[in-house]
């Protein structure tokens, strides 16, 4: 079975800093990883997704996402954050072959974007 | 707005109410998922309807009941919960294809259920 680490609950930053929100996973398979965004009182939101290909994934808000096979990560990075970024932030992973295709989540980093 | 409706956003009950929760999604989407999400802790998938029909059920206590009239609609029936229950819960749905990478959910905004 899959699992996935966040290792960081909170994350503050100030408005215009870089941030970087890291995600471990495991598998003996090969994995499709994923990371979902939660704004207050909201569902969560599909943010980017690495499916194969390129390892850097980029979404259209400014994130992006490398996969690292032989680290076994997937972390969330971006540049210049803005207040509105302020928001729960999920990894998931799920197995890439077979029935079995549930996702697995973390435990989610918040991510609070001080002015 | 997902696609994803659920209905009460919010909830309190107590251990003796029977009450229900109700997601709705008009996407065409043809696999359903409910999902407990408690503070700090990983989401928990509890129930999944594939084409109406559950298939997998991630040993959910039996007061937390599931129901799939259709593709379309997903009820959590509950009846005698104890406070730990407290928490939020997710519906979500996806098509199922055979084309990598369909397990993109789509999640509706949650129902915050309280139990007194």
């Known amino acids: 079975a899959q699992s996935v680490t966040q290792l960081d609950s909170q994350v503050p930053v100030f408005e215009e800093a870089p941030v970087e929100l890291r995600c471990n996973y495991s598998?003996?398979?090969?994995?499709?990883l994923f990371w979902y965004v939660q704004y207050p009182n909201q569902g969560l939101q599909l943010l980017l997704k690495y499916l194969s290909g390129s390892t850097l994934v980029k979404s259209i808000n400014g994130f992006e996402a490398e996969f690292n096979k032989s680290q076994t990560s997937f972390h969330l990075r971006k540049p210049s954050v803005h207040i509105s970024d302020t928001a729960e932030y999920f990894c998931?992973?799920?197995?890439?072959?077979?029935?079995?295709?549930?996702?697995?989540f973390g435990s989610g980093t918040q991510l609070t974007v001080l002015p | 707005e997902t696609g994803v409706t659920q209905t009460p956003r919010h909830l309190v009950m107590g251990m003796t109410n029977k009450k229900s929760l109700k997601c709705e999604q008009h996407?065409?989407?043809?696999?359903m998922y409910w999902y407990k999400q408690s503070a700090k802790k990983p989401l928990e998938l509890m129930f999944v309807?594939?084409?109406?029909?559950?298939?997998e059920n991630n040993s959910v206590p039996s007061r937390f009941s599931p129901e799939c009239p259709n593709s379309s609609h997903l009820f959590l029936h509950l009846h005698t919960l104890q406070p730990e229950d407290s928490a939020l819960y997710l519906c979500a749905s996806r098509i199922i294809t055979g084309v990598a990478g369909a397990n993109v959910l789509t999640f509706g905004a949650g129902s915050r259920l309280t139990v007194l």
């Open positions: 598998s003996s398979v090969s994995v499709y």
């Open positions: 998931a992973v799920t197995v890439s072959s077979g029935s079995a295709r549930q996702l697995t």
């Open positions: 996407l065409g989407h043809n696999a």
């Open positions: 309807y594939n084409f109406k029909e559950q298939t």
